[in-house]
């Protein structure tokens, strides 16, 4: 399966961002996608997931409350809705996709589309 993010851009703090995920089809179990970040010389971190049907959310504490993640009916795209955006947000956004509906790490998804990328300006 292919990814595909889109959404990026330059904002300033307090804007808001809606990210986008494609997916090229359905993977037989690797219905759970998230997306991840990395900022400049840090490790890739979890920032939300989201199970197939759209009903089984779970966000990292650094986003919840600002960040929402939700599917479209047939379920091939995911987005991120990304409000009140800080400096500290500032990093490439990747989204993957896995099999586990309690994933969190990185090494858990299996499919990875290429990042896009988020500057927040203070």
């Known amino acids: 399966v292919q990814l595909q993010a889109s959404g990026g851009g330059l904002v300033q703090a307090g804007d808001s961002l809606r990210l986008s995920c494609v997916a090229s089809?359905?993977?037989?179990?690797?219905?759970?996608i998230a997306w991840f970040r990395q900022a400049p010389g840090k490790e890739r971190e979890f920032v939300a997931r989201?199970?197939?049907?759209?009903?089984?959310?779970y966000y990292a504490r650094s986003v919840e409350g600002r960040f929402t993640i939700s599917r479209d009916r047939a379920g091939n795209t995911v987005h991120l809705q990304m409000n009140s955006l800080n400096p500290e947000d500032t990093a490439v956004y990747y989204c993957?996709?896995?099999?586990?509906?309690?994933?969190?790490?990185?090494?858990?998804?299996?499919?990875w589309g290429r990042g896009t990328q988020v500057t927040v300006s203070s």
């Open positions: 089809e359905r993977t037989s179990g690797n219905d759970i």
């Open positions: 993957a996709a896995g099999r586990y509906n309690r994933a969190y790490q990185s090494y858990e998804y299996n499919f």
């Open positions: 989201i199970n197939w049907s759209g009903v089984a959310t």
